[in-house]
């Protein structure tokens, strides 16, 4: 085949290891094409009346239900299988469903109208100016919703879009982008490239605004690159998110929602519980109850459709995770169950894996693990398991199971986390739309809240228009930069 100059990079299967997909690489003068075409587009896009663009967004969602399946089978191609692969399609007109109903009051809620507080002669107004164009920079695991939560407000707010997702996983981006090129005007001001970090650097080139969610020493490197333009950037980096279950929790409630919450995905999640804390008294119970759940969980190696744990994703992490293992085996854990790293038909697995004995001299207990691990450590007093709890530098989201929510408030107040889920685990779905977060610590930079019908504003501007009522001061007058009262 003639040779047309294109780059690509290899994409491996997860469940095969086999190299089965070439990934076109944007070239930097492609970047910035897109990139000056989606900014002319906008134009028109933001000056839209918010309702007509509500009804654009409400065809799109129409497309994505026509595609539900074609979505859902991309993403199983791309993780290997995850669970929530098969509801894609659904989570993703979720985010637009639910912007559709919140978009338009939680932009009227930041309108200021009315006569100034320190100058009532002057009447106020704020116009919202949406940034022109928002580059999303996006991660590997759930790699086409995470492509989407903040692309889908930015939509809605008047900016245009320029997404680049990971190169791990870029299969999602066909299907998702037939549905885009079924509403013109929204294909005017939301298209893909793709590649690498040398792409993310070339999307950062050409944005007025970055929304990056991916790793820590990723995330500093795109801020280094906003910084230097100048650009404000929202970054969601990773975590290390503890439980703490005291000794009046219910046993079989509380092992059942930590194997959830830390094995989900293959712990492939950045609010997967990687740190569990254990009050000394049902700490033996605890992990007995826990290793027998974590043996009836099964992989989805025959059938990507049925069984528990789908394999990893990006096959280095499973040398990640493995070596967090043997740095912890070496220092004097106990790997219970699980442990090994599988191969099978080429696709790399773990079971469940349950280490006692962990201190926080391990990187198991320090070090974002990304696998299907649980670390129990035992502890005496709630004060303990609080300065346990808050040893990190990140904060994402943190877990307490107690007796009663009663018991678990107070622990969960003094815990440095953007959100601490109460008698469960993993309850993130939960905020998405009702309540705002910010992150703590290295999970997350970047001031505006990503939850919540407030993370919108993230996008826009705030532009005050200000009309003098009264008679303008004279430069002549004594008083004229004084306020109201001024003798
Ligand atoms: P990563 O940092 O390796 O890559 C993320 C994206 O950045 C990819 O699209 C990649 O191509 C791009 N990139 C890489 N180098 C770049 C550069 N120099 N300039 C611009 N772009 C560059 O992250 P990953 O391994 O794909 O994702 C896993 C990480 O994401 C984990 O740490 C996980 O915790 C985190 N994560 C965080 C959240 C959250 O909401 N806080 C959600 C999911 C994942």
Known sequence: MADLGIRTLPVRNPRTGAIDFALPVS?????AA???????NQVKWAAMPIGDRINVMRRWLGEVAKRNKDIAAADADDTGGCHTSYLQGYITMGNIGGWIEDAEAALQRAIVEGPSKSMPQVEVRSQLVPYGLVGVISPWNAPMMLALLDAVPALFAGSAVLLKPSEITPRFIKPLFETVAAVPELAGVFDYVMGDGKTGQDVIANVDLVCFTGSVPTGRKIAVACAERL???????????????TEHADLDRATTSVLRGAVHATGQVCFSVERIYVQESIHDAFVDLLVKKAQEVRLNSDNPRAG?????????QAAIVARHLADAVAKGAKILT??????IDGGLYMRPTVVVDVTHDMVLMRDETFGPVLPVMRFKTIDE????ANDTVFGLTASVIAGDEAEALPIAARINAGAVFIQDTFLTFGKNRTIGTNSFGFSGVGGGSRTGPESILRFVRRKALMTQHGEPASILSDHHLAGPGAA
């Not at 070239?27 to 970047?31: F, L, P, R, W």
């Not at 650009?231 to 279950?245: A, M, N, R, T, W």
């Not at 528990?308 to 280095?316: R, S, V």
């Open 27 to 31: 070239s930097t003068e492609e970047v």
């Open 34 to 40: 897109k990139a000056a075409k989606l900014r002319a």
């Open 385 to 388: 398991a609080v300065a346990l």
């Open 231 to 245: 650009i404000p950037c929202f970054l969601e980096l990773g975590g290390k998110d503890p439980v703490i279950v």
């Open 308 to 316: 528990h744990l789908h394999p990893f994703t990006f096959a280095p």
């Open 338 to 343: 699980g442990g090994e790293v599988e191969t």
